[in-house]
């Protein structure tokens, strides 16, 4: 590993000079700037806190990314991207739609309306760093096909990049977790869990402590 | 000297306007078809779109091309802050746009115009239709399509209200039936436009312009001018007494609009800046007041005439609010396709509010520095980099109203 | 244990030769395993507390410094602060935190939900394998309790252990109905499904319930929606707990917030409180890497022992066995026990196992550090540690990285390694907090008005925490406690509220001889150069 070669970027107006293989995240730390949000699980890549804006050295394309998971390079300009909530909250009750689902009141069309208006621009395809097909997850859900939407959502980390990149306030972060939530909460309950409830219920799982709870001391 | 503004050209009524005088550019046009590009440019003509370019080597390309269709699109949407301009010519003298338009016609060969207005400017539409319709009957529109030669169509088009259909490329994608998404370039409208075929795009204002260049000829035209060509319809607005249109020659300096049309500063406030429309350019400040308001040299002050829109401010206007409005509208703006034009806008739209509701940090500076930097050619249109020089322009030039609002957030020194 | 390794490319070699390598227990007994080489058994690790309810119990070093400090603001700090009050204040915005906040809502409490970063950033998020619960018809609650308290070496509060396990079904079905997705098989033949279980390492059963290798996202996910959607819960983002509020009878009754987007205090009264807070990885005891999400400092932990709580277990901490122990900027970065429940083995230096590697983590971690102190590690670029032989299992079971360990597939990327041809290198990481604030089964603490639910909370799991009983516990307690804080609230207005706890506390201090100029929570770990003071004053009106 060349551990001696160091790389020059600019992450939010700050230069930063930081040794090859790390990651945008680390070498803020490196840095010594504070950092205290748009952070989260460090590298995982599952939180989505850690939002930022990329052009590389030479290039005109400015890309979205997760700073914790992108290796730092020469000559990289960066800005920190806040979370954007949607401009307007989509509010639903998910156990009163639950109880009432059925073909004829599609939910989706009241609660997300702005879904049917996509103008297909694709910038929240381009905006997702789990290169979710969000375009055709908004589309599914609109048109009423909500298990096949729901399915592509899966890798969802929750980083609402989509969500500031849509022109029409679909909010499609928030419309991806509505099919999935949808599509669990109205999958049948597995006989197995069923049972071992009922078992519960009648006093049938009783749980006999032991004789002398043992407490080693420190 | 009115030209566009004439009393003249002010009437819903073809006959009217053919009587005091309209229609002659057409003629003459009619008559000597080959002279029409070589007089406008002689003339000088620039488009008054925003970008100043020579009409006539737009109108050359179009012409030279070699197809089954080509289209004329007179661009009406105008959408920006602070301009209003191709309002009035529209709902006020539709009649010197459209005999413009067919004087592009005649000069490009053209199958089709396409008068596209934005329906948000009330009361457009139906006054549009009308004197297209009164156009369609009059037998010099024969004589146009009989000089032709071919099938030829002039029809209205409502854009979409978009700011983004103002440009030429997403004005050509409605048009050819879809949300106007801006696209890269090239191809240029010349090659691929509507239909897929050469289109002349041209501001409402410019065909306008067209009109009396071949009505009374180059060097008539060249002489309304100061320091170049012409007359500019100014949209002045802002601090001033007397906001509205004035049409002045081209290269009044900045001061005369302001102190001899505009009535001055409202209540003798001290000038401050102006943002030309847009508001997508480089302010002019204090020092720029002696600048003839001309493309050339505006583009040599490293600012622009862009569409003549001059939003005036004073002393006692924000220009961290006026910037933080702008970069907003921009934001709301953005088509959607590039995410660093509607993310990154959206971002320094939302610093630039923390900053006015008194939560900014010294940081932020340093961080709208970097943004100006890296959204700069990010998109595949001009919209993201006219935020990103109106606010570089805004940091650079008062950069201490920035640090103001951002001290004034009652921290300890 | 700074004994040199075996070079990574010799290594490598080995394993390759010896794979798969025959199975192996180790010659020491677990306990034995355990009290050697063990992080919490090493002589100048833990150091004995000094002030406090818990004095004379033992405590790491860095978590006694964080526990003994003193507070960041004085009583003149909080005037003319912004005063807010909620029926539950709940404070971390994890699973515990939100569950906890659903309930007391859906109970008629006006909620406010704290977070120092985002709504859902917090351990939870992170959590990979699973979540337990006695649904298995092979299964039993008895079963799960049995399991739970021996892997917890017979240290656990047996009745905190009954209400995890009895809540376990009814808290997945719980879970369900808002939205969450679990992996199931249709095995019953006529379209009815079953819940994938797989076995954890501790248990005598296969009990662990998941989706995919992301269970804990997909919790997170759905909670959070939950939460925002929720009428009667105010969620505040970018607010750290910096104090807790109390009475002159020693109840708890609101805290005083760091407002860190405007940098200015606010205080908030409440009917009751519940610490949510999570655990104590980044604070790097004994300078270990860890697997944890970047808030979390102990911050609940020390606000709870200033107002007198009492804590337990508090020197136990978890070390997860396969923490990414190369490369450095990835270092600590959990790999799921799910890998090694599926059937991959650790291998050392020599490529041979040592150890059931479905053993409890304290055992399998302390076995990986035995052989690295043996030099029988792996070395690499200056970084130690084992090889966890995921190339085999994806022979033996073609399919099972992309289709059940995902996540794991796209840390491994990030190193820059194939996981289907290159095995990774793997050591220890601080994992979780198995002790903390003694609570009841209503997850109520010694401190009337407060409560805690999650990892915060201490007695549950003894002195090791079994895989999937973490986010079970975030669940059950969650409810627990936001049910009881509703029962138990009481509207502190009209009472003097206020921080002369800290009178007390500082004497404290001052008879142990602890100085009065260290401050905690430290709300981010050092390197994060937070500057807390700084932020804290920021916008002090000058004393003319």
Redesign the interface.
């Known amino acids: 590993m060349s551990a001696d070669r160091k790389v020059r970027l600019t992450f939010d107006g700050q230069d930063i000079t930081v040794t090859v293989g790390t990651s945008l995240i680390q070498a803020w730390i490196e840095s010594g700037r504070p950092l205290v949000d748009n952070v989260g699980c460090m590298g995982q890549g599952v939180c989505g806190a850690c939002r930022v804006l990329v052009r590389r050295s030479g290039s005109g394309t400015v890309e979205t990314a997760l700073a914790c998971e992108t290796p730092v390079e020469d000559g990289m300009q960066i800005a920190s991207v806040d979370y954007f909530p949607a401009h307007r909250p989509h509010r639903y009750d998910l156990h009163a739609e639950v109880e009432v689902e059925s073909a004829a009141a599609k939910p989706i069309d009241r609660i997300f309306p702005e879904a049917a208006h996509c103008r297909h621009c694709g910038g929240c395809d381009r905006a997702c760093p789990r290169d979710i097909e969000v375009e055709r997850m908004v589309n599914l859900a609109a048109t009423g096909e909500a298990r096949e939407a729901a399915a592509l959502f899966d890798h969802c980390v929750m980083c609402n990049l989509c969500v500031a990149a849509c022109p029409e306030d679909i909010d499609p972060a928030h419309l991806g977790q509505f099919v999935r939530r949808m599509a669990a909460a109205t999958t049948t309950l597995p006989v197995d869990l069923d049972q071992r409830l009922q078992e519960i219920q009648t006093g049938h799982q009783p749980i006999r402590r032991p004789p002398s709870p043992g407490r080693h001391e420190s | 000297m009115k030209v566009l503004t004439h009393t003249s050209a002010r009437t819903p009524d073809l006959a009217a306007w053919l009587a005091a005088g309209g229609g002659e550019g057409l003629q003459h046009a009619l008559t000597e078809t080959a002279a029409i590009i070589p007089a406008l440019a002689d003339a000088g003509l620039r488009g008054m779109g925003g970008a100043g370019f020579p009409a006539a080597t737009k109108w050359q390309a179009v012409a030279d091309a070699d197809a089954d269709e080509k289209w004329i699109l007179c661009n009406g949407n105008e959408d920006e802050p602070g301009t209003f301009k191709d309002h009035f010519l529209l709902t006020q003298t539709p009649h010197q746009v459209i005999e413009g338009a067919l004087i592009a016609a005649l000069a490009t060969g053209a199958t089709g115009i396409v008068v596209y207005a934005n329906p948000h400017a009330g009361g457009t539409i139906s006054g549009l239709e009308d004197a297209v319709e009164q156009w369609r009957r009059h037998p010099l529109f024969d004589r146009v399509r009989a000089h032709l030669d071919q099938p030829f169509e002039l029809t209205v088009q409502l854009s979409s209200g978009l700011y983004v259909g103002g440009e030429e490329t997403g004005a050509i994608a409605a048009v050819n039936g879809g949300f106007p998404f801006p696209r890269e370039k090239p191809p240029w409208p010349a090659q691929d436009g509507i239909h897929g075929q050469p289109t002349l795009v041209n501001n409402v204002e410019t065909l306008a312009l067209a009109t009396h260049v071949l009505r009374h000829g180059a060097d008539w035209f060249r002489q309304l001018g100061n320091t170049a060509p012409g007359t500019k319809l100014f949209s002045l607005s802002g601090d001033i007494l007397r906001p509205g249109l004035h049409e002045l020659p081209m290269g009044t300096s900045l001061r005369a609009l302001i102190e001899d049309h505009g009535g001055g500063m409202l209540a003798g406030t001290p000038f401050k800046a102006v943002f030309t429309g847009g508001p997508s350019n480089t302010l002019l400040t204090a020092s720029d007041l002696d600048v003839a308001l001309d493309f050339d040299s505006l583009r040599a002050r490293g600012s622009r005439l862009g569409t003549g829109a001059m939003i005036v401010v004073g002393a006692g206007t924000s220009i961290v609010r006026k910037t933080a409005e702008y970069v907003t509208f921009f934001a709301d703006s953005s088509c959607g396709q590039c995410p660093p034009c509607k993310i990154g806008t959206h971002q320094v739209a939302r610093i630039l509010q923390r900053i006015d509701q008194g939560w900014g940090q010294p940081d932020d500076l340093e961080a709208l520095d970097n943004l100006v930097e890296l959204l700069l050619g990010s998109g595949r249109c001009g919209l993201v980099d006219g935020a990103a020089t109106v606010l570089a322009s805004s940091l650079r030039a008062f950069r201490t109203e920035y640090e103001q609002a951002i001290g004034n957030a009652n921290r300890l020194p | 244990m700074t004994a040199m390794g075996v070079d990574h490319a010799t290594a490598l070699r080995s394993w390759s030769a010896r794979a798969p390598a025959p199975p192996a227990t180790g010659d020491l007994p677990p306990a034995e395993l355990v009290r050697h080489f063990h992080p919490d058994h090493q002589a100048d690790h833990q150091s004995e507390l000094r002030v406090g309810a818990c004095a004379g119990?033992?405590c790491p070093s860095g978590l006694a410094d964080l526990l003994q400090a003193n507070a960041h603001i004085d009583d003149v700090d909080l005037a003319g602060i912004r005063n807010l009050h909620a029926d539950v204040l709940v404070l971390g915005g994890g699973a515990a935190g939100v569950v906890a906040a659903l309930t007391a809502a859906r109970d008629g409490a006006a909620v406010m939900l704290a977070t120092k970063?985002?709504l859902?950033?917090g351990n939870t998020?992170?959590a990979e394998g699973g979540i337990q619960?006695?649904?298995?018809?092979d299964d039993?609650?008895?079963q799960h309790?049995d399991d739970t308290?021996a892997g917890g070496?017979?240290?656990a509060?047996?009745?905190l252990v009954?209400a995890l396990?009895?809540d376990g079904?009814?808290a997945?079905?719980w879970l369900?109905?808002?939205?969450?997705?679990?992996d199931?098989q249709n095995d019953?033949g006529d379209g009815?499904?079953?819940?994938r279980r797989l076995r954890p390492g501790g248990t005598t059963v296969a009990r662990l319930l998941s989706y995919?290798d992301?269970t804990?996202?997909e919790m997170m996910?759905?909670l959070?929606?939950?939460v925002?959607?929720q009428p009667g819960v105010e969620v505040r983002?970018?607010y750290a707990a910096l104090e807790l509020l109390t009475d002159p009878h020693g109840r708890c009754v609101g805290a005083v917030l760091l407002d860190?987007?405007?940098?200015r205090l606010v205080q908030v009264r409440a009917g009751a409180v519940i610490l949510a807070t999570g655990g104590a990885g980044r604070t790097h005891l004994g300078g270990n890497a860890t697997s944890n999400?970047?808030?979390a400092t102990a911050d609940g932990l020390v606000l709870a022992y200033r107002v007198g709580a009492c804590l337990r277990?508090i020197?136990?901490f978890q070390y997860h066995p396969t923490g990414l122990a190369w490369?450095?900027?990835?270092r600590g970065?959990?790999i799921t026990e799910a890998v090694r429940a599926l059937g991959a083995r650790l291998v050392n230096g020599d490529g041979a196992r040592f150890i059931d590697e479905l053993a409890p983590r304290d055992v399998v971690a302390a076995a990986i550090l035995r052989e690295i102190d043996a030099g029988r590690g792996v070395e690499r670029?200056g970084l130690t540690g084992v090889l966890l032989d995921t190339p085999t299992l994806e022979r033996e079971r073609p399919g099972v990285l992309q289709n059940h360990l995902?996540?794991l597939v796209?840390?491994a990327r990030?190193a820059g390694i194939d996981p289907a041809s290159e095995p990774l290198l793997i050591a220890p990481t601080l994992h979780y907090q198995n002790g903390g604030v003694a609570v009841d089964t209503n997850g109520q603490s010694s401190i009337p008005g407060l409560l805690c639910a999650g990892e915060i909370a201490g007695g549950i799991h003894g002195?090791n925490r079994l895989m999937g009983n973490a986010l079970l516990e975030t669940v059950v307690y969650g409810r627990r406690a936001g049910k009881a804080a509703v029962t138990t609230m009481r509207n502190p207005s009209g009472r003097a509220v206020g921080i002369t706890h800290l009178g007390d506390w500082q004497r404290g201090l001052i008879h142990a001889g602890l100085p009065l100029d260290r401050r905690a929570p430290v709300?981010?770990p050092a390197?994060?150069?937070?500057?807390i003071e700084r932020r804290i004053?920021?916008?002090?009106?000058?004393a003319l």
Do not use: C
């Open positions: 119990m033992r970063l985002r859902g950033d998020v992170m619960a006695a649904v298995g018809a039993s609650l008895q309790f308290l070496h017979a240290t509060d047996p009745e009954a396990v009895s079904p009814a997945i079905r369900m109905a808002e939205g969450m997705a679990f199931q019953q009815a499904s079953t819940l995919r992301f804990g996202l996910r759905a959070r929606e939950a925002l959607l983002e970018r860190l987007e405007r940098e999400h970047y808030g277990e020197d136990s490369p450095r900027h990835l970065l959990l670029d995902i996540t796209r840390l990030k002195r709300l981010f390197y994060g150069h937070a500057d004053h920021a916008r002090r009106k000058s």
